[in-house]
């Protein structure tokens, strides 16, 4: 079974930076997709950044060019770095890990951690 263990969110200001980090345990395919997705009140939840155990990265239009994702596939982790921070990108941010190289696949959430940027 694959948990995910998220730390990194808090409080900062407009313009700011946070990393966020996600690591991964458990029964790991070693292809899969790691990624982030955040939530705001009364909105859907959104993607914002994944990236394959090969590397390749997709970004949400909102995140483009202030957003960086990146993984250390040895210790199954994955990172997020947001910089110039707006506060609409307040929102729960949620760790998500998937794959259907292994029988069976799987989809995996984590709990989520809160960023909130103030103005």
């Known amino acids: 079974q694959v948990q995910l263990v998220e730390s990194g969110g808090g409080l900062v200001r407009a313009g700011g930076s946070l990393i966020l980090s996600c690591a991964a345990t458990?029964?790991?395919?070693?292809?899969?997709?790691m990624g982030w997705y955040r939530q705001a009140p009364g909105k859907q939840r959104e993607l914002v950044a994944t990236i394959t155990s090969g590397g390749s990265r997709i970004y949400g239009d909102s995140v483009k060019g202030r957003f960086t994702i990146s993984r250390d596939n040895a210790k199954n982790t994955v990172y997020l770095q947001m910089n110039s921070l707006k506060p609409e990108d307040t929102a729960v941010y949620y760790c998500?890990?998937?794959?259907?190289?292994?029988?069976?696949?799987?989809?995996?959430w984590g709990q989520g951690t809160q960023v909130t940027v103030s103005s």
């Open positions: 998500n890990t998937y794959s259907i190289a292994r029988t069976p696949p799987y989809n995996v």
């Open positions: 458990g029964t790991i395919s070693s292809i899969n997709a």
